[in-house]
Each structure stands twice: as structure tokens, then as C-alpha cells.
T-cell receptor, first 111, second 113 residues
Framework: SQTIHQWPATLVQPVGSPLSLECTVE??????LYWYRQAAGRGLQLLFYSVGIGQISSEVPQNLSASRPQDRQFILSSKKLLLSDSGFYLC??????????FGEGSRLTVL | GDSVTQMEGPVTLSEEAFLTINCTYT??????LFWYVQYPGEGLQLLLKATKADDKGSNKGFEATYRKETTSFHLEKGSVQVSDSAVYFC????????????FGSGTKLNVKP
């Protein structure tokens, strides 16, 4: 069966520091992959999605970037974090039948 | 554009009470509809789905019926438990773009013993 993992689970970073969140999917090939952000007490905002290696689509202009160096690996990055980047980041992959499956999430606090 | 509207929370119920969380949507064509649940500190888990009008999705005692005429997908459960305390998200996936998924803002449910 397919599984999806994210790490780190929790991260506290100072303003201006870099960021790297990783997501890997197992048990499937060529998945569509997604990064969402969930601000405290709010819904989900789609940040990036990828339909294949090296293919990244950005949904909103921001301080973050994404990369897909391997088929089942999706990375969220920033060169310099802002306070507003704090939130709960969720990686997801899309099943051909339509469901989104989410990872455990990464909680980022920028101080 | 496509969107999902959920009732605002928090919803507080006693154990064994009946639950309804309202969800209405705006969409072009015939979207697929979903309910997700998020427990504290965790990612979202798929609870149930429906892909066409009049379909009923069900799982773990929860049910929701795809109502095209009222553009609704209300979540119901006959008898809630303390363990059902979580945030519930209604979502839709439009038929014209596989990479789009629209979520409601979430409804927090608190169940008291």
C-alpha cells in the first residue's frame, strides 16, 4: 500500500534562516504531489504541485519554492524565512480515483 | 469560481448526540465531494467521498449525501463519541482540473463525555 512521510515533524527557525521540508511517497510511481499550508485555525492553501520530476507549478507568489528531484520526493524550501511563513505544512499525493492522501504534517514556527 | 462553504464552529455536543455539519458548494459541472478529518497535530485523513449526484458516502458511522439540487454535502452521524472530537473539512474536486482541490475552512467538533 502507499504511504507518505514528511520530515521534520516540528521545526523552530529564526527569521532569515533557510528552510527545507521533505516529503517522500512509497508504493506508487509518478504520483501527483502537492504542498499545502494551514495557518492556525484556518483552511488549507495550495502552495505548489508537481506532476513529474522537475515539474513544479506555483499557486501563489511567496517566499517559498519547491523542487522534485526524484519521482517520489518533493521538497519545500526557502532561502530566508519570514515570520509569516509560520504554519502547518502538509504534503499530499493524489490517487487516480481522485482522493488526496496527506502526510503527517510539519509544524514550522518562525521566531 | 469553485468554492466550499462550511458552518462555522466550534460545534460542542454531548456524547451520543446527533451530529450535522453543513457544507454547501459552488462548482462548474459535477465535482467530486469529500469529507476529511484532522485530529490535533496530525495531517488530514479521508473520511468519505461521493462522486456523483445522490451518492451517499459513509465511513465509521458518518454519512453524507451528494445533493445536486441544493449543492450540499452535509456530514451526519447518529451518535458521536468523545473520540470524534476533531476538525472536519469539506472539499471538492472539479472535473475540469485534476490538480485543483477546494477545501472549506474547517469545523471544529468538541464532544463532551
Amino acid at each position: 500500500s502507499q504511504t507518505i512521510h514528511q520530515w521534520p515533524a516540528t521545526l523552530v527557525q529564526p527569521v532569515g534562516s533557510p528552510l527545507s521540508l521533505e516529503c517522500t511517497v512509497e508504493g506508487t510511481s509518478n504520483p501527483n504531489l502537492y504542498w499545502y499550508r494551514q495557518a492556525a485555525g484556518r483552511g488549507l492553501q495550495l502552495l505548489f504541485y508537481s506532476v513529474g520530476i522537475g515539474q513544479i507549478s506555483s499557486e501563489v507568489p511567496q517566499n517559498l519554492s519547491a523542487s522534485r528531484p526524484q519521482d517520489r520526493q518533493f521538497i519545500l524550501s526557502s532561502k530566508k524565512l519570514l515570520l509569516s511563513d509560520s504554519g502547518f505544512y502538509l504534503c499530499a499525493w493524489r490517487e487516480n480515483t481522485g482522493e488526496l492522501f496527506f502526510g503527517e504534517g510539519s509544524r514550522l514556527t518562525v521566531l | 469560481g469553485d468554492s466550499v462553504t462550511q458552518m462555522e464552529g466550534p460545534v460542542t455536543l454531548s456524547e451520543e448526540a446527533f451530529l450535522t455539519i453543513n457544507c454547501t458548494y459552488t462548482a462548474t459541472g459535477y465535482p467530486s465531494l469529500f469529507w476529511y478529518v484532522q485530529y490535533p497535530g496530525e495531517g488530514l485523513q479521508l473520511l468519505l467521498k461521493a462522486t456523483k449526484a445522490d451518492d451517499k458516502g459513509s465511513n465509521k458511522g458518518f454519512e453524507a449525501t451528494y445533493r445536486k439540487e441544493t449543492t450540499s454535502f452535509h456530514l451526519e452521524k447518529g451518535s458521536v463519541q468523545v473520540s470524534d472530537s476533531a476538525v472536519y473539512f469539506c472539499a471538492l474536486s472539479p472535473p475540469y482540473n485534476f490538480n485543483k482541490f477546494y477545501f472549506g475552512s474547517g469545523t471544529k467538533l468538541n464532544v463532551k463525555p
